[in-house]
Protein backbone atom coordinates (compact mmCIF):
# COMPACT_ATOMS: atom_id res chain seq x y z
CA UNK A 1 0.00 0.00 0.00
CA UNK A 2 1.39 3.43 -1.14
CA UNK A 3 1.62 6.85 0.91
CA UNK A 4 -1.55 8.18 -0.53
CA UNK A 5 -3.49 5.53 1.15
CA UNK A 6 -1.90 5.72 4.40
CA UNK A 7 -2.48 9.43 4.46
CA UNK A 8 -6.13 8.98 3.50
CA UNK A 9 -6.92 6.93 6.32
CA UNK A 10 -5.89 9.20 8.95
CA UNK A 11 -7.56 11.95 7.82
CA UNK A 12 -10.51 9.84 7.79
CA UNK A 13 -10.12 9.03 11.20
CA UNK A 14 -9.42 12.74 11.90
CA UNK A 15 -12.16 14.10 10.13
CA UNK A 16 -14.96 11.59 12.18
CA UNK A 17 -12.84 12.50 15.59
CA UNK A 18 -13.60 16.44 14.99
CA UNK A 19 -17.48 15.28 13.84
CA UNK A 20 -17.85 13.19 17.26
CA UNK A 21 -16.52 16.45 19.15
CA UNK A 22 -19.09 18.55 17.12
CA UNK A 23 -21.67 16.47 18.45
CA UNK A 24 -20.96 15.96 21.68
CA UNK A 25 -20.51 20.56 22.05
CA UNK A 26 -24.03 20.18 20.50
CA UNK A 27 -25.60 17.96 23.18
CA UNK A 28 -24.01 19.49 26.35
CA UNK A 29 -25.01 22.97 25.35
CA UNK A 30 -28.26 21.34 24.52
CA UNK A 31 -28.68 19.93 28.00
CA UNK A 32 -27.62 23.12 29.36
CA UNK A 33 -30.17 25.24 28.04
CA UNK A 34 -33.13 22.45 29.34
CA UNK A 35 -31.25 22.53 32.77
CA UNK A 36 -31.48 26.04 32.92
CA UNK A 37 -34.94 26.42 31.55
CA UNK A 38 -36.19 23.39 33.77
CA UNK A 39 -34.55 25.69 36.98
CA UNK A 40 -36.04 28.92 35.59
CA UNK A 41 -39.81 27.03 35.75
CA UNK A 42 -41.93 27.17 39.08
CA UNK A 43 -43.12 23.69 39.16
CA UNK A 44 -39.34 22.37 39.35
CA UNK A 45 -38.59 25.11 42.04
CA UNK A 46 -41.40 23.87 43.89
CA UNK A 47 -40.37 19.99 43.41
CA UNK A 48 -37.14 20.89 44.77
CA UNK A 49 -38.46 21.86 47.73
CA UNK A 50 -40.61 19.58 48.19
CA UNK A 51 -37.86 16.81 47.82
CA UNK A 52 -35.11 18.73 50.06
CA UNK A 53 -38.29 18.52 52.77
CA UNK A 54 -38.85 15.18 52.56
CA UNK A 55 -34.78 14.22 52.67
CA UNK A 56 -34.97 16.33 55.99
CA UNK A 57 -37.83 14.54 57.55
CA UNK A 58 -36.68 11.14 56.38
CA UNK A 59 -32.76 12.76 58.03
CA UNK A 60 -34.68 13.65 61.14
CA UNK A 61 -36.41 10.30 61.50
CA UNK A 62 -33.54 8.48 60.80
CA UNK A 63 -31.42 10.49 63.36
CA UNK A 64 -34.53 9.45 66.19
CA UNK A 65 -34.06 5.76 65.16
CA UNK A 66 -30.65 5.80 65.76
CA UNK A 67 -30.94 7.44 68.85
CA UNK A 68 -33.40 5.22 70.03
CA UNK A 69 -31.08 2.37 68.67
CA UNK A 70 -28.40 3.65 70.73
CA UNK A 71 -30.16 4.19 73.71
CA UNK A 72 -31.19 0.10 73.35
CA UNK A 73 -28.14 -0.57 73.04
CA UNK A 74 -26.87 1.11 75.74
CA UNK A 75 -29.39 -0.47 78.45
CA UNK A 76 -28.66 -3.89 76.64
CA UNK A 77 -24.86 -2.77 77.01
CA UNK A 78 -25.37 -1.87 80.92
CA UNK A 79 -27.04 -5.56 81.16
CA UNK A 80 -24.49 -7.39 79.52
CA UNK A 81 -21.89 -5.31 81.43
CA UNK A 82 -23.75 -6.06 84.96
CA UNK A 83 -24.02 -9.73 84.18
CA UNK A 84 -20.37 -9.96 82.80
CA UNK A 85 -19.17 -8.65 86.42
CA UNK A 86 -21.70 -11.48 87.84
CA UNK A 87 -20.22 -14.02 86.11
CA UNK A 88 -16.82 -12.74 86.72
CA UNK A 89 -17.54 -12.76 90.41
CA UNK A 90 -18.88 -15.92 90.34
CA UNK A 91 -16.01 -17.37 88.22
CA UNK A 92 -13.74 -15.77 91.04
CA UNK A 93 -15.49 -17.29 93.63
CA UNK A 94 -15.57 -20.73 91.87
CA UNK A 95 -12.16 -20.54 90.94
CA UNK A 96 -11.32 -19.67 95.20
CA UNK A 97 -13.79 -22.95 95.52
CA UNK A 98 -11.77 -24.54 93.26
CA UNK A 99 -8.57 -23.46 94.48
CA UNK A 100 -9.49 -24.50 97.77
CA UNK A 101 -10.66 -28.61 96.57
CA UNK A 102 -7.01 -28.69 94.70
CA UNK A 103 -5.78 -27.37 98.18
CA UNK A 104 -7.89 -29.78 100.59
CA UNK A 105 -6.94 -32.42 98.02
CA UNK A 106 -3.29 -31.92 97.78
CA UNK A 107 -3.53 -31.42 101.65
CA UNK A 108 -5.81 -35.10 101.70
CA UNK A 109 -2.86 -36.62 98.87
CA UNK A 110 -0.21 -35.86 101.13
CA UNK A 111 -1.57 -37.24 103.84
CA UNK A 112 -2.08 -40.34 101.78
CA UNK A 113 1.24 -40.29 100.82
CA UNK A 114 2.51 -39.55 104.51
CA UNK A 115 0.40 -43.00 105.51
CA UNK A 116 1.05 -44.85 102.43
CA UNK A 117 4.74 -44.15 103.30
CA UNK A 118 4.14 -44.96 106.72
CA UNK A 119 2.49 -48.50 105.86
CA UNK A 120 5.32 -48.75 103.45
CA UNK A 121 8.05 -48.58 105.95
CA UNK A 122 6.06 -50.66 108.79
CA UNK A 123 5.62 -53.40 105.44
CA UNK A 124 9.61 -53.32 105.41
CA UNK A 125 10.19 -53.10 109.10
CA UNK A 126 7.62 -56.34 109.34
CA UNK A 127 9.11 -58.35 106.61
CA UNK A 128 12.66 -57.82 107.35
CA UNK A 129 11.73 -59.05 111.19
CA UNK A 130 10.03 -61.47 109.48
CA UNK A 131 12.87 -62.51 107.09
CA UNK A 132 15.30 -62.50 110.69
CA UNK A 133 12.87 -64.59 112.08
CA UNK A 134 12.48 -66.92 109.33
CA UNK A 135 16.39 -67.25 109.54
CA UNK A 136 16.09 -67.73 113.11
CA UNK A 137 13.65 -70.61 112.31
CA UNK A 138 15.51 -72.06 109.25
CA UNK A 139 18.70 -72.17 111.70
CA UNK A 140 16.68 -73.76 114.62
CA UNK A 141 15.29 -75.94 112.51
CA UNK A 142 18.65 -77.25 110.55
CA UNK A 143 20.07 -77.46 114.06
CA UNK A 144 17.24 -79.53 114.59
CA UNK A 145 17.78 -81.75 111.32
CA UNK A 146 21.41 -82.03 112.27
CA UNK A 147 22.05 -82.22 115.97
CA UNK A 148 18.55 -83.55 117.31
CA UNK A 149 16.90 -82.12 120.33
CA UNK A 150 13.74 -80.94 121.01
CA UNK A 151 11.14 -79.91 118.22
CA UNK A 152 11.35 -76.19 117.76
CA UNK A 153 8.40 -74.23 119.26
CA UNK A 154 6.99 -72.83 115.86
CA UNK A 155 6.72 -76.38 114.65
CA UNK A 156 3.98 -77.06 117.20
CA UNK A 157 1.98 -74.55 116.33
CA UNK A 158 -1.82 -76.08 114.90
CA UNK A 159 -3.08 -74.96 111.43
CA UNK A 160 -7.33 -74.60 111.49
CA UNK A 161 -9.37 -74.19 108.21
CA UNK A 162 -12.37 -72.89 109.90
CA UNK A 163 -11.45 -71.80 114.12
CA UNK A 164 -14.41 -71.90 116.21
CA UNK A 165 -16.29 -74.49 113.92
CA UNK A 166 -16.82 -78.03 114.99
CA UNK A 167 -13.71 -80.47 114.29
CA UNK A 168 -14.37 -82.42 111.13
CA UNK A 169 -14.48 -86.14 111.97
CA UNK A 170 -13.13 -88.04 108.93
CA UNK A 171 -10.27 -85.36 108.91
CA UNK A 172 -9.74 -86.30 111.60
CA UNK A 173 -8.98 -90.06 111.67
CA UNK A 174 -7.86 -90.01 108.08
CA UNK A 175 -6.09 -86.48 107.65
CA UNK A 176 -8.13 -86.05 103.93
CA UNK A 177 -11.58 -85.15 103.56
CA UNK A 178 -13.83 -85.41 100.40
CA UNK A 179 -14.71 -81.37 100.80
CA UNK A 180 -10.96 -80.47 101.04
CA UNK A 181 -10.64 -76.62 102.56
CA UNK A 182 -14.22 -76.10 101.87
CA UNK A 183 -15.78 -77.84 104.51
CA UNK A 184 -18.11 -75.93 106.75
CA UNK A 185 -16.27 -77.98 109.83
CA UNK A 186 -12.95 -77.27 111.33
CA UNK A 187 -9.63 -79.40 109.70
CA UNK A 188 -6.66 -78.93 111.98
CA UNK A 189 -3.39 -79.64 110.80
CA UNK A 190 -0.48 -80.46 112.89
CA UNK A 191 2.61 -77.83 112.61
CA UNK A 192 4.82 -81.20 112.38
CA UNK A 193 4.33 -84.86 113.42
CA UNK A 194 5.56 -88.32 112.72
CA UNK A 195 3.23 -88.76 109.81
CA UNK A 196 3.28 -87.25 106.21
CA UNK A 197 1.02 -87.62 104.14
CA UNK A 198 1.48 -87.18 100.21
CA UNK A 199 -1.52 -86.14 98.31
CA UNK A 200 -2.56 -88.93 95.02
CA UNK A 201 1.36 -90.47 94.95
CA UNK A 202 0.10 -93.57 93.41
CA UNK A 203 -1.57 -93.83 90.58
CA UNK A 204 -2.99 -96.59 88.32
CA UNK A 205 -6.01 -96.76 85.59
CA UNK A 206 -7.56 -99.27 87.75
CA UNK A 207 -8.00 -96.55 90.52
CA UNK A 208 -9.51 -94.31 88.44
CA UNK A 209 -13.55 -94.67 88.08
CA UNK A 210 -14.57 -94.04 84.53
CA UNK A 211 -17.84 -95.13 81.45
CA UNK A 212 -16.70 -97.03 78.43
CA UNK A 213 -17.97 -97.43 75.21
CA UNK A 214 -19.59 -100.22 76.74
CA UNK A 215 -21.57 -98.53 79.41
CA UNK A 216 -19.32 -100.50 82.45
CA UNK A 217 -16.78 -99.04 84.54
CA UNK A 218 -13.52 -99.31 82.94
CA UNK A 219 -11.29 -99.94 86.43
CA UNK A 220 -13.11 -102.99 85.84
CA UNK A 221 -10.74 -104.03 82.88
CA UNK A 222 -7.55 -104.78 85.32
CA UNK A 223 -7.38 -107.72 87.72
CA UNK A 224 -6.73 -107.58 91.07
CA UNK A 225 -3.40 -109.31 90.48
CA UNK A 226 -2.35 -106.98 87.88
CA UNK A 227 -3.13 -103.81 90.08
CA UNK A 228 -1.20 -105.34 93.29
CA UNK A 229 1.84 -105.95 90.75
CA UNK A 230 1.74 -102.61 89.58
CA UNK A 231 1.64 -101.53 93.44
CA UNK A 232 4.68 -103.71 94.04
CA UNK A 233 7.06 -101.88 91.38
CA UNK A 234 5.80 -99.07 93.24
CA UNK A 235 6.49 -99.78 96.73
CA UNK A 236 10.03 -101.26 96.29
CA UNK A 237 11.02 -97.94 94.39
CA UNK A 238 9.77 -95.45 96.75
CA UNK A 239 10.34 -97.46 100.07
CA UNK A 240 14.21 -97.40 98.73
CA UNK A 241 14.10 -93.86 98.54
CA UNK A 242 12.28 -93.05 101.51
CA UNK A 243 14.10 -95.26 103.80
CA UNK A 244 17.38 -92.54 103.79
CA UNK A 245 15.20 -90.01 106.17
CA UNK A 246 15.20 -92.37 108.55
CA UNK A 247 13.19 -95.79 110.16
CA UNK A 248 9.83 -96.41 108.56
CA UNK A 249 7.27 -97.80 111.18
CA UNK A 250 4.25 -97.24 109.09
CA UNK A 251 3.63 -96.94 105.18
CA UNK A 252 0.20 -96.93 103.61
CA UNK A 253 -1.35 -96.39 100.10
CA UNK A 254 -4.55 -96.11 99.77
CA UNK A 255 -6.62 -97.54 96.96
CA UNK A 256 -9.82 -95.88 97.41
CA UNK A 257 -11.43 -93.99 94.38
CA UNK A 258 -12.59 -91.12 95.77
CA UNK A 259 -10.37 -88.08 94.44
CA UNK A 260 -9.65 -86.95 97.91
CA UNK A 261 -8.04 -90.48 98.94
CA UNK A 262 -7.28 -91.91 95.55
CA UNK A 263 -3.58 -93.03 95.87
CA UNK A 264 -2.73 -91.31 98.93
CA UNK A 265 0.44 -92.45 100.78
CA UNK A 266 0.68 -91.88 104.69
CA UNK A 267 4.35 -92.95 105.83
CA UNK A 268 4.91 -92.63 109.55
CA UNK A 269 8.56 -92.57 110.76
CA UNK A 270 9.84 -93.51 114.17
CA UNK A 271 10.66 -89.33 115.11
CA UNK A 272 9.78 -86.14 114.36
CA UNK A 273 12.54 -85.36 113.39
CA UNK A 274 12.82 -88.16 110.54
CA UNK A 275 9.72 -86.74 109.44
CA UNK A 276 10.62 -83.31 108.79
CA UNK A 277 13.87 -84.41 106.53
CA UNK A 278 11.54 -86.73 104.73
CA UNK A 279 9.18 -83.75 104.19
CA UNK A 280 12.07 -81.20 103.11
CA UNK A 281 13.38 -83.35 100.80
CA UNK A 282 10.34 -84.57 98.67
CA UNK A 283 7.90 -81.67 98.60
CA UNK A 284 7.55 -80.22 95.60
CA UNK A 285 10.06 -82.90 93.91
CA UNK A 286 9.35 -84.62 90.59
CA UNK A 287 7.85 -88.56 90.50
CA UNK A 288 6.45 -89.84 86.98
CA UNK A 289 6.20 -86.41 85.73
CA UNK A 290 3.95 -85.19 88.43
CA UNK A 291 4.95 -83.03 91.10
CA UNK A 292 4.75 -83.93 94.81
CA UNK A 293 2.75 -82.37 97.66
CA UNK A 294 3.63 -83.09 101.33
CA UNK A 295 1.84 -82.14 104.62
CA UNK A 296 1.96 -83.66 107.86
CA UNK A 297 -1.01 -85.23 109.28
CA UNK A 298 -1.89 -86.74 112.55
CA UNK A 299 -3.28 -90.51 112.82
CA UNK A 300 -4.19 -90.73 115.97
CA UNK A 301 -5.31 -95.11 115.24
CA UNK A 302 -4.67 -96.72 112.36
CA UNK A 303 -7.35 -98.91 113.56
CA UNK A 304 -10.11 -96.29 113.34
CA UNK A 305 -8.91 -94.88 109.61
CA UNK A 306 -8.21 -98.00 107.85
CA UNK A 307 -11.91 -99.72 107.36
CA UNK A 308 -11.63 -102.81 108.56
CA UNK A 309 -14.49 -104.63 106.36
CA UNK A 310 -12.00 -103.92 102.80
CA UNK A 311 -10.19 -107.00 102.93
CA UNK A 312 -12.83 -109.30 103.45
CA UNK A 313 -14.80 -107.51 100.88
CA UNK A 314 -17.57 -106.90 103.15
CA UNK A 315 -17.22 -102.82 103.18
CA UNK A 316 -20.66 -101.51 102.52
CA UNK A 317 -19.46 -98.05 100.83
CA UNK A 318 -17.58 -99.71 98.54
CA UNK A 319 -15.08 -97.43 96.59
CA UNK A 320 -16.69 -94.27 98.26
CA UNK A 321 -15.49 -95.01 101.25
CA UNK A 322 -14.72 -92.62 103.45
CA UNK A 323 -12.45 -94.72 105.43
CA UNK A 324 -9.06 -95.81 104.02
CA UNK A 325 -8.88 -98.70 101.90
CA UNK A 326 -5.02 -99.85 101.69
CA UNK A 327 -2.72 -102.43 99.80
CA UNK A 328 -1.60 -105.02 101.73
CA UNK A 329 2.44 -104.43 101.31
CA UNK A 330 4.79 -106.66 100.00
CA UNK A 331 5.46 -109.35 102.68
CA UNK A 332 3.31 -107.42 105.30
CA UNK A 333 6.86 -104.63 105.26
CA UNK A 334 6.75 -101.71 107.26
CA UNK A 335 3.41 -102.36 109.19
CA UNK A 336 4.59 -102.51 112.76
CA UNK A 337 2.69 -102.90 116.05
CA UNK A 338 -0.93 -102.05 115.30
CA UNK A 339 -3.45 -100.68 118.16
CA UNK A 340 -3.65 -103.71 120.34
CA UNK A 341 0.06 -104.05 120.49
CA UNK A 342 0.75 -107.27 118.32
CA UNK A 343 1.78 -108.35 115.43
CA UNK A 344 -0.12 -108.37 112.31
CA UNK A 345 -0.67 -111.72 110.46
CA UNK A 346 0.96 -112.27 107.32
CA UNK A 347 -0.93 -113.07 103.89
CA UNK A 348 -0.30 -116.09 102.80
CA UNK A 349 -0.08 -114.94 99.21
CA UNK A 350 2.49 -112.78 99.85
CA UNK A 351 4.61 -115.56 102.36
CA UNK A 352 4.45 -117.69 99.14
CA UNK A 353 5.44 -114.43 96.43
CA UNK A 354 9.80 -114.33 96.52
CA UNK A 355 10.91 -111.01 96.59
CA UNK A 356 11.83 -110.03 93.00
CA UNK A 357 13.23 -106.97 92.05
CA UNK A 358 10.98 -104.70 90.33
CA UNK A 359 11.71 -103.23 86.57
CA UNK A 360 13.24 -100.04 87.62
CA UNK A 361 13.13 -98.45 83.67
CA UNK A 362 9.46 -98.03 84.66
CA UNK A 363 9.49 -96.54 88.07
CA UNK A 364 12.19 -93.80 88.61
CA UNK A 365 12.60 -90.39 90.23
CA UNK A 366 12.42 -87.70 87.31
CA UNK A 367 14.98 -85.27 88.37
CA UNK A 368 13.56 -81.64 89.44
CA UNK A 369 15.50 -78.20 89.61
CA UNK A 370 14.62 -77.85 93.13
CA UNK A 371 17.06 -80.15 94.02
CA UNK A 372 20.91 -81.55 93.16
CA UNK A 373 21.70 -84.19 90.94
CA UNK A 374 23.37 -86.15 93.94
CA UNK A 375 20.36 -86.25 95.94
CA UNK A 376 18.81 -88.75 94.09
CA UNK A 377 19.06 -92.27 94.74
CA UNK A 378 20.94 -94.32 91.73
CA UNK A 379 19.02 -97.62 90.42
CA UNK A 380 22.22 -99.72 91.66
CA UNK A 381 21.55 -98.67 95.20
CA UNK A 382 17.76 -99.47 95.03
CA UNK A 383 18.67 -102.64 93.32
CA UNK A 384 21.40 -103.48 96.18
CA UNK A 385 18.20 -102.31 98.61
CA UNK A 386 16.10 -104.69 97.35
CA UNK A 387 18.38 -107.45 97.52
CA UNK A 388 19.52 -106.88 100.76
CA UNK A 389 15.89 -106.74 102.03
CA UNK A 390 15.05 -110.07 100.10
CA UNK A 391 18.15 -111.84 102.12
CA UNK A 392 16.80 -110.72 105.31
CA UNK A 393 13.39 -111.77 104.51
CA UNK A 394 14.12 -115.01 103.23
CA UNK A 395 16.70 -115.61 106.13
CA UNK A 396 14.12 -115.35 108.46
CA UNK A 397 11.75 -117.23 106.49
CA UNK A 398 14.15 -120.19 106.43
CA UNK A 399 14.66 -119.87 109.72
CA UNK A 400 10.81 -119.81 110.95
CA UNK A 401 10.15 -122.97 108.86
CA UNK A 402 12.88 -125.09 110.33
CA UNK A 403 11.43 -123.80 113.81
CA UNK A 404 7.87 -125.00 113.05
CA UNK A 405 9.75 -128.43 111.43
CA UNK A 406 11.72 -128.76 114.64
CA UNK A 407 8.88 -127.85 116.59
CA UNK A 408 6.66 -130.75 114.92
CA UNK A 409 9.02 -133.33 114.96
CA UNK A 410 9.54 -132.91 118.81
CA UNK A 411 6.06 -132.68 119.32
CA UNK A 412 5.55 -135.85 117.89
CA UNK A 413 8.81 -137.32 119.81
CA UNK A 414 6.76 -136.14 123.06
CA UNK A 415 3.51 -137.95 122.38
CA UNK A 416 5.44 -140.99 121.33
CA UNK A 417 6.60 -141.16 125.02
CA UNK A 418 3.52 -140.14 126.35
CA UNK A 419 1.54 -143.07 125.26
CA UNK A 420 4.87 -145.64 126.25
CA UNK A 421 4.07 -144.36 129.64
CA UNK A 422 0.67 -144.41 129.74
CA UNK A 423 0.82 -148.45 128.51
CA UNK A 424 3.74 -149.05 131.31
CA UNK A 425 1.10 -148.01 134.04
CA UNK A 426 -2.29 -149.13 132.52
CA UNK A 427 -1.32 -152.68 131.60
CA UNK A 428 -4.76 -153.83 131.71
CA UNK A 429 -5.76 -151.25 128.92
CA UNK A 430 -3.46 -152.47 126.71
CA UNK A 431 -4.55 -156.18 127.03
CA UNK A 432 -8.07 -155.20 126.93
CA UNK A 433 -7.64 -153.59 123.59
CA UNK A 434 -5.53 -156.31 122.14
CA UNK A 435 -8.23 -158.67 122.87
CA UNK A 436 -10.62 -156.45 121.25
Given amino acids: MGKHSAWRKTAKKIRRKRIRQARAQDRDKKLAEEQKRLEDSPGYKKCLEEQQFLEQIQAEEEAKQAAQR ?60 ARILQEKRDSEILNFLECGGSTPEHLKTELESNPGKTTCPFFKKTGACRFFDGCSRNHVRPGVSKTILITNFYSHYSLVTKENEHGSDGSLEYEKDETYSHYREFFYDVVSEM ?29 TREALISYRKFNGRWYGGRQLNVQFCQIDSWKTAICGLFHTNRCPKGSSCNFLHVFVNPHNLYNFLDDHGHRSKKRKADREKSWNSPDRSKWRWSESPEFPRNGFASDDDGGDRERKCEKVYKHKSDKKSNYSRSRSRSGNKESRLIVRSRRKKNPTRDSRSSKK
Avoid at 95 to 123: F, P, Y
Avoid at 247 to 265: A, D, M, P, S, Y
Fill in 70 to 129: NSEWLKVEKEAQIQWQELQKKIALAREEKQKQNMKIRAEWEREQKKLLDLKRRKEKELEE
Fill in 243 to 271: EKCGKILQFRTCCNHELHLRGNVYVEYST
